[in-house]
């Protein structure tokens, strides 16, 4: 069965240290594709990056990189000096795919974040 | 502002009663997915409808039903409602290409709280 496990419940860091959130995913498709989205306090899903299965270069964007391991099953997401507004609930997703286009996420549990002053 | 609207952004209503939400997706897309976030359950994966088709059934109850209208706009019905039905539902839309992972976009939600 596919699963998203982010062991990570919440992390708490000071203003401008560097963290990184960890996503574990099982699936036995070949072709699949993860994402992260971001819920901040006021409640809305924010989408951050989508990632396919055959793509392992890793990503930076700003503060943000990302890190594809296929051979760990791992997506794990690093925030570089990170900031107050960097609070909130991160969710890893893995994109379920069948024929005639189902597509659903499956998501982990979440880690929250909490940037301090 | 991810594009995608969703009305009401809060519903407060009583066990046993039936409501609807609604849903408007991003200008050209064609998929609309309806997810229920709840402490206890996280988010889960409830409906996906395409091009106005039922696509996908996921942890839906049978309580709950939903439809796409020819406008692309979707509405998630609940009824007979129980206090364990509150929770966080969003809507996503994604363009809906088949099989192709197709990047989701959520809108704001709408809380419901049943008393």
């Known amino acids: 069965a596919q699963k998203v496990t982010q062991a990570q419940t919440e992390i708490s860091v000071v203003e401008k240290e560097d963290v990184t959130l960890d996503c574990v995913y099982e699936?036995?498709?070949?072709?699949?594709?993860l994402f992260w989205y971001k819920q901040p306090p006021s409640g809305e899903l924010v989408f951050l990056i989508r990632?396919?299965?055959?793509?392992?270069q890793n990503e930076i964007s700003g503060r943000y990189s990302w890190n594809f391991q296929k051979s760990t099953s791992s997506f794990n997401f690093t925030i570089t000096a990170s900031q107050v507004v960097d609070s909130a609930v991160y969710f890893c997703?893995?994109?379920?795919?069948?024929?005639?286009?189902?597509?659903?996420?499956?998501f982990g549990a979440g880690t929250r974040l909490a940037v301090h002053p | 502002d991810s594009g995608v609207t969703q009305t009401p952004k809060h519903l407060i209503t009583a066990t046993g009663q039936r409501v609807t939400l609604r849903c408007s997706p991003r200008s050209g897309d064609l998929s609309v997915y309806w997810y229920q976030q709840s402490l206890d359950q996280g988010l889960q994966f409830l409906i996906q409808y395409y091009n106005g088709e039922e696509r996908a059934k996921g942890n839906i109850l049978e309580r709950f039903s939903a439809q796409q209208f020819p406008d692309l706009h979707s509405e998630l019905n609940l009824s007979s409602l129980e206090l364990g039905d509150s929770a966080l539902y969003f809507c996503?839309?994604?363009?809906?290409?088949?099989?192709?992972?197709?990047?989701?976009?959520f809108g704001p939600g709408t809380r419901l709280t049943v008393l």
């Open positions: 997703a893995l994109s379920e795919i069948a024929s005639g286009g189902y597509n659903k996420l499956i």
């Open positions: 990632r396919n299965s055959f793509d392992e």
């Open positions: 996503a839309s994604s363009v809906g290409l088949a099989g192709a992972g197709d990047t989701q976009y």
């Open positions: 699936t036995r498709d070949t072709t699949y594709y």
